[in-house]
């Protein structure tokens, strides 16, 4: 009943910059936290952002003074400023959302947005 779509993924020039988006829908009722999630092929999916409600954020060592993480509440949404970017960030990018539902947290994820960067 959760949907997670990301959006705003392509092909850009390293140095180049994306912005990324997710939409969460349904059943929403408490978010513990949302994040950036990426994956390249042959590779494990690696943490690259999260927020929490109140707005504390954490970034990869990797992405730490080139992303931003931000999001707007009521709208369930979230965004991924992603400057100078550089061909090792290609992958596939993930948004998730972790809930409280009921006496449990779960994690949702979206289908994800490739992408890539070009030397």
């Known amino acids: 009943q959760v949907q997670l779509v990301e959006s705003g993924g392509g092909l850009v020039q390293a140095g180049g910059s994306l912005r990324l988006s997710c939409a969460a829908s349904?059943?929403?009722?408490?978010?513990?936290?949302m994040g950036w999630y990426r994956q390249a092929p042959g590779k494990q999916r690696e943490l690259v952002a999260t927020?929490?409600?109140?707005?504390?954020?954490n970034y990869a060592n990797s992405v730490q003074g080139r992303f931003t993480i931000s999001r707007v509440n009521a709208q369930n949404t979230m965004y991924l400023q992603m400057n100078s970017l550089k061909p090792e960030d290609t992958a596939v990018y993930y948004c998730?959302?972790?809930?409280?539902?009921?006496?449990?947290?779960?994690?949702?994820w979206g289908q994800g947005t490739q992408v890539t960067v070009s030397s």
């Open positions: 927020i929490t409600l109140s707005g504390s954020t």
């Open positions: 998730n959302v972790n809930l409280r539902r009921g006496a449990n947290n779960l994690d949702y």
């Open positions: 349904g059943r929403i009722f408490s978010i513990n936290a």
